[in-house]
């Protein structure tokens, strides 16, 4: 008698997992402004670390009047997949113990502290130096200023691309993940999407250069994603409000009039303070 053949476990996905998994908290992330509780999901056999965000937890905001700020976080990871540049780990919107919220994947942090480091610096004079793009002049304190700086790195500049796109108003340095695979991840999308230009970010050193080809492929795919009808465009109109998502449609048509990088709108880039 052969001994039975045996099923190959079924392969579970981050999303299906993050959905359907069984929730656990384990702890309170401390430095965050709203709750943020750091969990393990578990699904047929197969677990992972988990972000749990409950919209209990959220601190309202006078300029975010409408859906949650959970809402906003899945909107954004649904605009990063659309783009195929992965730059959001896999998110979704479920019932925990503490009701409705949004639960992320736990992205491991390069143990090389380099390279967080390595993305963002502060330095003496006024050129950025090769491989660096210049944000801005920054107070350092005792009537000192030095020239803040990021990497010239291909990732970063995707993701200034799509925090123009979803008009992220937070992007600061703490929100980017380099992770043990080499990837650069990016967090904390509460605050976008707003009807009116919110863009704050570090990330002003490609401001005004062409676009490159892969962002113009992308953003001329995510247009047409984003007409009525298309499973895009329905998704989005469960997480965020109709002015939203034209106003989205008016940000990506511009990014395609122009084919630069965005600008500052005012005479100073808008950075996030502090921009850790
Ligand atoms: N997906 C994630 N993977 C790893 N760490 C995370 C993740 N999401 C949040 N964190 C950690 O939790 C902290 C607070 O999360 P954040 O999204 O900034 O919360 P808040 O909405 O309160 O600003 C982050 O600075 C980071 O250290
Ligand atoms: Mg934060």
């Not at 009039?257 to 005012?266: I, L, N, V, W």
Request: net charge negative.
């Amino acid at each position: 008698m052969s001994a039975p053949e045996r099923i190959p476990p079924r392969s579970v996905t981050p999303h299906e997992l993050l959905a359907k998994g069984e929730l656990t908290v384990r702890g309170q992330v401390r430095e965050a402004s709203n709750a943020v509780l750091y969990c393990t999901v578990e699904y047929e056999g197969v677990s992972a670390a988990c972000v749990y965000k409950p919209v209990a937890g959220e601190q309202p905001l006078w300029d975010f009047p409408d859906g949650t700020l959970a809402q906003r976080e899945v909107a954004a990871y649904e605009l990063s997949e659309a783009m195929g540049w992965g730059l959001i780990p896999p998110t979704v919107l479920r019932d925990g113990p503490y009701g409705q919220g949004m639960c992320q994947l736990w992205i491991e942090a390069s143990a090389d502290e380099e390279t967080g480091a390595a993305l963002l610096a502060l330095v003496e004079g006024d050129e950025p130096g090769p491989g660096w793009k210049a944000v801005g002049f920054a107070d350092v304190g005792e009537d000192r200023t030095a020239l803040l700086v990021h990497a010239d790195d291909e990732r970063l500049r995707r993701l200034a691309v799509l925090d123009a796109v979803i008009n992220n108003g937070d992007r600061k340095g703490g929100h980017l993940l380099p992770s043990a695979d080499g990837r650069l991840y990016a967090i904390d999308h509460g605050v976008t999407f707003n009807a009116d230009d919110k863009l704050r970010t570090l990330l002003w050193g490609w401001a005004g250069e062409p676009l490159p080809g892969e962002a113009l492929t992308a953003l001329r795919r995510l247009s047409a994603d984003l007409a009525d009808g298309r499973p895009l465009a329905r998704r989005l109109a469960e997480l965020i409000t109709p002015a939203e998502i034209e106003a989205l449609r008016g940000r990506v048509a511009e990014l395609l009039r122009t084919g630069r990088h965005r600008e500052p709108s005012g005479q100073w880039p808008a950075i996030p303070w502090p921009p850790v």
